[in-house]
């Protein structure tokens, strides 16, 4: 058969089928004014900066005429699938997007979306986690998304109050010592 009428693939297959990370089925895709301008700046960097800069790239790789054996073309197609996936990706999260300021529970003592919450467990283990969106939640600098089994858990108790977390361990159990909102995730958008 011609090579023509082949289709070649680059392994990636999932072009247009899009995984977005898993809500809680009928909820919003709750996020911080600063995850938010953070998402939407890496969105028009893609759009305006990057994809043009690659587009650019390929044509130029194109005008240099064999494709089939030039690197540069078939890396900046490849690159451009990225780009273009990237862009519908987080095209979608903004729009499902539900923009919650944490600064307007500053001084309460209940736990909401945003909260910096330290707990202690039944281990005498002491942490602090704050909560915040699936698409900002950082875990390496003590952050989770709010569906995470233990947002869920703290979410809408108070300090001093003892809540149970089941885990693949068994109960446990966490009091809440302090729970606190920083202004940093309300930057302006």
Wanted: charged letters at 30%.
């Amino acid at each position: 058969m011609n090579k023509a009428f082949t289709k070649e693939s680059d392994g990636d297959g999932a072009d247009d089928d899009i995984r977005l990370p898993p809500l809680p089925a009928g909820s919003k895709n709750y996020i911080t004014p600063l995850g938010y301008g953070r998402l939407r700046a890496e969105l028009l960097a893609l759009i305006d900066v990057e994809r043009p800069r690659i587009v650019e790239i390929v044509h130029w790789a194109a005008s240099n005429g064999d494709r089939s054996e030039n690197g540069d073309y078939l890396y900046g197609k490849k690159r451009l699938r990225e780009i273009d996936r990237r862009i519908r990706f987080l095209t979608k999260r903004l729009e499902l997007a539900e923009v919650v300021d944490p600064a307007l529970h500053s001084g309460k003592d209940q736990v909401f979306f945003g909260a910096t919450v330290t707990y202690v467990d039944d281990l005498d283990c002491e942490r602090s986690v704050t909560i915040l969106g699936i698409d900002e939640a950082d875990s390496s600098q003590g952050q989770i998304s709010w569906v995470a089994p233990v947002a869920r858990a703290l979410l809408k108790a108070r300090v001093g109050d003892q809540i149970d977390l089941p885990t693949p361990a068994g109960l446990r159990t966490l009091e809440i010592l302090q729970v606190c909102y920083s202004s940093a995730f309300s930057a302006v958008l």
